[in-house]
């Protein structure tokens, strides 16, 4: 029985553009193209979608231009007098700092080379500063036995800072630094090696090294953090070894110190296994660290390596120490860490950048994100990190209160529950441009944003931290900081340049042996996705699909096979329903091309089907201008109702613009999948004229977007039902009487804008007419809940994309809060990759809530509801009240049970249900699940089997009662059809979505639905 949600209240609607979110996309060779290649974007550009996953012209010139910037403040840094570069600078590149040491010697050294290959200054101007710092270099006093500089130096005089232990002090970490510029430079000017080689010959990090380290993995080697070369205060930790005192600790976590073991081993200095030894978190049985981690053992070259990961909202993180950007990812300026590691730290990049977007974009809402050890703009130096996704307990924060974290650690910690708000979140920009690899888009719109919202971007760049709340701007330059940030610069706009340097410029054996450690390791890291089935799961999805198929088989009458609305539990042919509509017929036809991809009947056979059906259509009544089929049929016959055959009540032949899209899918998935009949579906499709349901007339004051009509009656009713004359088509034909409400909310409808859009019958602004939320004032207190969210602008419609709250969830709910409004579209429109940053986010979350609510509120131990027959006769909406917009809601359970939680300012709540009552649960609300919980489905649906009379001939009946045990024992095309297409795409790899998207659909909806970004999150 086809139901249609739709929107009753008009209204001025508000609409928003997300700043969108790129995928992991490396950015090699961006130099810029010629000037003759330069245009000014014209009008059609401001119209057409943008892939978000593309950088610019426009962003190159960006790029270049904070790259000259840069440059800028490190030459400021480089004191006269000696040639050395300074720690840090004022903003007003002025003042520097009396200190200086090995990692603003490297960073300024790679930063020279990063000029020079991003086309900033000449190489005859980077050569003569990288010797003159050379010299310098050669000129300074450092420890003997190691060839290691000391840890602080003078710029202004090159002698040794102070005479504290402090500065005598070798830093394993930081000669690392000093190294990995040396090795740049040593490949980018080879005529100034015999000013090189003095410096890294001498170097000698088997100093640091320790095999069978404690806190390695067994059998494993780790760096020391470094040793005093004079006595030190009695608190403070050393061993004394070779006339020095090491540091107690070791680089035990693989963070940026990872670079003193990629160092060493580039030199040929330390063996293989000084890689293996560091963490990859510690391991599940180790309770003092951020939470309980999930992995494997894995021996490598004799060393027993914990593969572990953290889970951090959903995703398989490998943590750093302190969840910070740079720990991450500041090596990686120098080795191809994703492209010699893909099951390792090619998963695992995307994922820490990924983390740090959503904790500041979602989690904490700060609106900016980008967390790093950096200036504090309230003084002094500090680590700032995503407390999450980093193994120390204490963890680094994100902002000036240490707002901290703790899940807890399962069997050793009870967690706490989830901060309800953050504090002054401190960005760093640095973090940015690590970032740029893998979310390019992101992290141009980042800097962007933090350029315009604050005093942030001064005549060296941009300053090293904001204070995002208080606004606060740390106005100094850190060479480290700028350092970095030259790197990612020169890799991005010289294509990899700086990595090619240092692989170039290390012992070539020595290079080999790290690419061949890094390329054997798997990461337990992954993405939010649904795992694997396996070959029992496999084995019950194919029967579930199997027995599905007898039902949709047993509805069509065989003279004109026409499927039919439903049919009894036992499939008798005098159980079949008397009436048809559009989108039975429409399931019906993605069954048959399903049917056959799993193997259930010929080719032939759905050959066959699919002619008689289309050769049935194209004889049946319909409305001439329009080209669009009324809503009921006799399925026995093809003739339309007007009168009902349970009842002979009066039916005035109307026309649903979603019961029409529905079809016209499933004539784009047979016009593909079936060539036979490919011009029998185009000349059907072809002849409907979607401009009848678009109302750009009234729907959207102040915007282009308009919205699509419920459908029309060619002549007015006499029910007195409401209704609006027009023709929107413009073709000169009759008015038609338009329903009074538009399709105004973003669910199952939407299936009209997409075919719509696909037919370039409508322009692609429409998309942005339907309400992600309605707006968060008291004119729309009506609504469920107060939303949140902000609202932009897309191809000239504002949107506002507003999300509401649920269990701590953030989900863009839609009308009735029902399964099949959120993912029946994504049975055929990959909406998961095509709009990774709104659907993609919100679909697993809509499925989270939904199985919460379920299993948790409602404590049913039962969970997907969705329109569906009601086990008390009839046909009723079911779903989850508090994720739809619509006040008096869907309720999931016969009593109607409602949930208030008001509306702030506007409309006061009431308290929570004490009880729910006689749930309804329908299996195709699981089965549309299954791509985001297959495990969850697939149990959920078992259980129903199990403790309830729900399955038959034809598979599962179509909804149960949880409480009383009452099942409707009947099959409705529309939810068999929903179940068949959920199997088979599971089953085929999606063949039945690779049919619709085939031509137009991907061209022009793939796109459109990527520029937008959601809040939505569990």
């Avoid at 610069?489 to 012992?507: E, H, I």
């Avoid at 799993?598 to 089907?609: E, F, K, P, V």
């Avoid at 009487?737 to 997409?754: D, L, P």
Wanted: with cysteine; net charge neutral; glycine share 12%.
């Amino acid at each position: 029985m086809t139901r249609s949600r739709h929107l009753r209240r008009p209204g001025r609607l508000r609409l928003l553009l997300a700043a969108a979110l790129a995928g992991a996309v490396a950015l090699t060779g961006l130099s810029a193209p010629p000037a003759a290649q330069a245009r000014t974007p014209d009008a059609a550009d401001a119209k057409r979608p943008v892939d978000p996953n593309v950088l610019t012209y426009q962003d190159r010139v960006t790029l270049k231009g904070y790259a000259a910037d840069t440059w800028k403040s490190l030459e400021a840094l480089i004191s006269p007098e000696t040639g050395l570069p300074a720690s840090s600078l004022n903003g007003d590149l002025t003042n520097r700092v009396h200190q200086t040491g090995p990692t603003p010697f490297g960073t300024y050294l790679w930063s020279a080379t990063a000029a020079w290959k991003s086309g900033v200054i000449s190489r005859s101007r980077a050569r003569d500063r990288v010797q003159r710092t050379l010299k310098a270099l050669n000129r300074l006093d450092y420890h003997r036995g190691s060839g290691m500089f000391y840890r602080w130096y003078d710029p202004y005089t090159g002698g040794l800072r102070d005479a504290t232990p402090e500065a005598r002090f070798v830093s394993s970490v930081d000669n690392a630094w000093a190294a990995t510029g040396l090795m740049v430079v040593k490949d980018a000017f080879p005529e100034l090696r015999r000013e090189i080689r003095p410096l890294l010959d001498r170097m000698d990090f088997r100093w640091f090294y320790e095999a069978n380290a404690a806190g390695a993995n067994k059998g494993g080697g780790l760096m020391r953090g470094g040793f005093y070369t004079t006595e030190t205060a009695p608190n403070v930790c050393t061993v004394k070894a070779r006339g020095v005192g090491f540091t107690c600790h070791f680089y035990g976590a693989l963070g940026e110190t990872r670079q003193v073991t990629y160092v060493a081993m580039a030199l040929g200095q330390v063996p293989r296994q000084a890689y293996w030894g560091q963490n990859r978190s510690f391991a599940d049985t180790e309770c003092k660290q951020e939470t309980k981690p999930t992995g494997a053992y894995r021996t490598y070259d004799g060393v027993k390596v914990w593969e572990g990961a953290y889970d951090y909202r959903g995703m398989k993180v490998m943590p750093a120490w302190g969840g910070s950007m740079f720990e991450a990812m500041m090596p990686n300026l120098f080795l191809p860490e994703e492209k010699w590691g893909r099951q390792s730290w090619a998963k695992n990049h995307p994922l820490i950048v990924k983390s740090q977007i959503e904790h500041g974009m979602d989690e904490a809402t700060y609106g900016y994100w980008g967390f790093s050890p950096s200036n504090n703009p309230a003084g002094g130096y500090r680590a700032y990190g995503v407390d999450g996704i980093g193994m120390d307990p204490e963890g680094y924060t994100s902002d000036q209160e240490k707002t901290t974290r703790d899940p807890g650690f399962a069997g050793c910690r009870e967690g706490k529950p989830l901060p309800a708000k953050y504090g002054d979140g401190v960005v760093t920009p640095h973090a940015s441009f690590l970032a740029l690899r893998y979310a390019p888009r992101a992290a141009l719109d980042n800097l962007a944003k933090l350029r315009k919202d604050f005093d942030i971007y001064g005549p060296g760049g941009f300053y090293d931290a904001v204070a995002v709340k208080s606004k606060k701007v740390s106005r100094e330059y850190l060479t480290l900081d700028q350092g970095m940030v030259m790197a990612a610069l020169g890799n991005a706009l010289a294509g990899d340049t700086l990595r090619d340097s240092f692989v170039r410029g290390g012992d070539r054996a020595g290079v080999h042996r790290i690419k061949d450690v890094i390329s054997r390791e798997r990461f337990a890291s992954q993405d939010r996705k649904a795992p694997s089935f396996t070959e029992d799961d496999t084995a019950t999805v194919r029967a579930y699909a199997v027995d599905t198929w007898k039902s949709m088989a047993a509805m069509v009458e065989p003279a004109t096979g026409l499927p039919v609305d439903n049919i009894g539990g036992d499939l008798s042919a005098g159980s079949r329903s008397a009436t048809t509509s559009p989108t039975n017929i429409g399931m019906y036809l993605w069954g048959a091309v399903t049917a056959r991809d799993l193997g259930l009947i010929t080719a032939a056979d759905a050959r066959t089907r699919v002619q008689k059906v289309l050769g049935t259509l194209a004889t049946m009544d319909h409305h001439e201008p329009s080209g669009m089929y009324y809503n009921w049929f006799d399925p026995k016959t093809g003739h339309t109702l007007t009168t009902w055959p349970e009842n002979g009540n009066v039916v005035s032949p109307f026309l649903s613009s979603v019961d029409n899209a529905w079809l016209a899918s499933a004539l784009m998935v047979v016009r593909t999948a079936v060539p036979e009949a490919t011009t029998q579906a185009q000349s059907i499709l072809g002849r409907m004229k979607w401009t009848y349901f678009y109302n750009n007339v009234d729907a959207t004051p102040g915007s282009p977007a308009g919205l699509m009509r419920g459908g029309f009656w060619p002549t007015k009713p006499t029910d007195g039902t409401c209704t609006v004359p027009g023709n929107y088509s413009g073709d000169g034909k009759p008015n038609v009487q338009y329903t009074c409400h538009n399709y105004g909310a973003m669910g199952e409808t939407r299936i009209v804008s997409y075919v719509g859009i696909a037919s370039g019958q409508i322009p692609p602004v429409h998309y942005f007419g339907g309400n992600r939320g309605f707006a968060p004032t008291c004119a729309w207190a009506w609504q469920e809940q107060k939303p949140t969210g902000t609202t932009q602008t897309y191809l000239g419609a504002p949107v506002f994309e507003g999300t509401y709250s649920y269990r701590g969830m953030k989900l863009m709910p839609n009308w009735g809060g029902s399964m099949f409004e959120e993912l029946m579209n994504d049975l055929v429109v990959p909406e998961d990759t095509w709009a990774p940053n709104s659907w993609g986010k919100n679909h697993p979350v809509f499925v989270k809530a939904q199985i919460a609510h379920g299993m948790e509120e409602a404590k049913y131990g039962y969970w997907g509801f969705s329109p569906s027959n009601n086990p008390n006769g009839g046909y009723r909406e079911y779903g989850v009240d508090a994720i739809g917009m619509a006040a008096d809601g869907y309720t999931s359970d016969q009593e109607k049970t409602q949930v208030d939680g008001g509306f702030e300012g506007c409309r006061e709540g009431k308290p929570a249900p004490v009880a729910y009552g006689d749930g309804v649960v329908t299996p195709h609300a699981a089965a549309l699940a299954y791509r985001y919980e297959p495990r969850a489905a697939l149990d959920n649906l078992a259980k129903l089997r199990a403790n309830f009379d729900a399955y038959g001939p034809g598979g599962f009946y179509d909804a149960v009662a949880v409480k009383s045990g009452k099942v409707s024992q009947r099959y409705l095309s529309l939810d068999q059809g929903m179940l068949l297409a959920s199997f088979g795409n599971a089953l085929t790899g999606d063949k039945l979505r690779g049919y619709f998207a085939a031509g137009e659909a991907t061209t022009v909806l793939k796109p459109l639905l990527g520029l937008e970004k959601w809040e939505s999150h569990s």
